[in-house]
């Protein structure tokens, strides 16, 4: 599969895993599922959660191989570390 194909269907996988997510949250913050209810909402966030890490990190290693060096080369370099200001 190109670059590019793999781009266009990681995006709406990623986008929609989080679509779900966010969902799945607010249901449970509603404290209206039984505990079985809970607990499967809970595995499914779990599932959804690595798959949007995963993505995430597949998509930082291709930014990584397409960052342009000054010369005009392109090269890799790591990403500076993003700080998490929601905590």
Known sequence: MSASKEATTEGPDFEAALEELEALVERMEGGDLSLDESLAAFERGI?????????????????????????????????????????
């Open 47 to 87: 599932h959804l959660t690595r798959r949007c890490q995963q993505a995430l990190s597949q998509a930082e290693q291709r930014v990584q191989t397409l960052l342009e060096r000054e010369d005009g080369s392109l090269g890799t370099e790591p990403l500076p570390p993003v700080e998490d200001d929601a905590r």
